[in-house]
C-alpha cells in the first residue's frame, strides 16, 4: 500500500511539473504599424512591425512556431519574419542583438520557427513579427495575419501595456466616439 501511495504522490508530482501551458497569440501586420529596418530583403530596409512583450516562469528550452495564414493560395499569406529579444527591443535597430530569428520555418515561407530558444523565468522577452520584404512577392506579402505559438517548460505570459497607455488609448476612442457624433 505505501509503494502504490509513493507511486501515486510520484506521478501527481510529475503530472503537475509538466503542466505548462502554451501560449498563443495572435495579431496582423498592416501599412499603418511602425516600420523598422530587421527585415530580410527589403532596400532600404522598412517593414512593418508587431511586438509581443513576455515572460515565463520557468527557466529552460522553448519552441516558438509562428504560421501566417492566408486567404486561399500560399502566395496571399505574410511572408513572415521573427526576432526575439531579451530585456529590450530597439526599432531603430536592424535585429542586432537578437537571441535569435527566422525567416522560414519546417513548413516554407507561411511558417518562422525558433526552436530551443533559453529563456530564463522573470526576464521580459520581445517576440517581434515583421515580413522577409516591404513588397509583395513569389514568396508572399509584406503584410497580413500572423499567430505566435510559445511551448517550453513553463507557462508564457504577456506582459500587460502600461495603465497610461490604457489610458490614452481608451481616451483616442472615446475621441473619435464624439467626433462621429458631430
Given at each position: 500500500?505505501?509503494?502504490?501511495f509513493?507511486?501515486?504522490?510520484?506521478l501527481?508530482?510529475?503530472?503537475m511539473?509538466?503542466?505548462?501551458s502554451?501560449?498563443?497569440?495572435s495579431?496582423?501586420?498592416?501599412?499603418?504599424?511602425?516600420?523598422w529596418?530587421g527585415c530580410?530583403?527589403?532596400?532600404?530596409?522598412?517593414c512593418?512591425?508587431?511586438?509581443?512583450?513576455?515572460?515565463?516562469?520557468?527557466?529552460?528550452?522553448?519552441?516558438i512556431?509562428?504560421?501566417?495564414p492566408?486567404?486561399?493560395?500560399l502566395?496571399?499569406?505574410?511572408d513572415?519574419?521573427?526576432?526575439?529579444?531579451?530585456?529590450?527591443?530597439?526599432?531603430a535597430?536592424?535585429?542586432?542583438?537578437a537571441?535569435?530569428?527566422d525567416?522560414?520555418?519546417p513548413?516554407?515561407?507561411?511558417?518562422?520557427?525558433?526552436?530551443?530558444?533559453?529563456l530564463?523565468?522573470g526576464?521580459?522577452?520581445?517576440?517581434?513579427i515583421?515580413?522577409?520584404?516591404?513588397?509583395p512577392n513569389?514568396?508572399?506579402?509584406?503584410?497580413?495575419?500572423?499567430?505566435?505559438?510559445?511551448?517550453?517548460?513553463g507557462?508564457?505570459t504577456?506582459v500587460?501595456?502600461?495603465?497610461?497607455?490604457w489610458?490614452?488609448l481608451?481616451?483616442?476612442?472615446?475621441?473619435?466616439?464624439?467626433?462621429?457624433?458631430?
Amino acid at each position: 500500500m505505501k509503494k502504490l501511495f509513493a507511486l501515486a504522490t510520484l506521478l501527481g508530482t510529475f503530472a503537475m511539473s509538466s503542466a505548462a501551458s502554451a501560449a498563443l497569440f495572435s495579431g496582423s501586420l498592416d501599412p499603418s504599424d511602425p516600420t523598422w529596418g530587421g527585415c530580410g530583403s527589403a532596400t532600404p530596409p522598412s517593414c512593418n512591425y508587431d511586438v509581443v512583450e513576455f515572460s515565463v516562469d520557468a527557466s529552460g528550452l522553448y519552441t516558438i512556431d509562428a504560421l501566417y495564414p492566408g486567404d486561399t493560395a500560399l502566395d496571399e499569406n505574410l511572408d513572415g519574419y521573427i526576432y526575439i529579444f531579451e530585456a529590450a527591443f530597439d526599432p531603430a535597430g536592424d535585429g542586432a542583438g537578437a537571441l535569435s530569428f527566422d525567416d522560414d520555418g519546417p513548413s516554407g515561407s507561411n511558417t518562422s520557427q525558433i526552436l530551443d530558444v533559453n529563456l530564463t523565468a522573470g526576464t521580459s522577452y520581445f517576440l517581434v513579427i515583421t515580413s522577409f520584404t516591404d513588397v509583395p512577392n513569389s514568396f508572399g506579402q509584406p503584410n497580413g495575419a500572423w499567430e505566435i505559438d510559445i511551448t517550453g517548460p513553463g507557462n508564457v505570459t504577456a506582459v500587460p501595456l502600461p495603465a497610461a497607455v490604457w489610458l490614452m488609448l481608451s481616451g483616442l476612442v472615446g475621441l473619435a466616439g464624439l467626433r462621429r457624433r458631430r
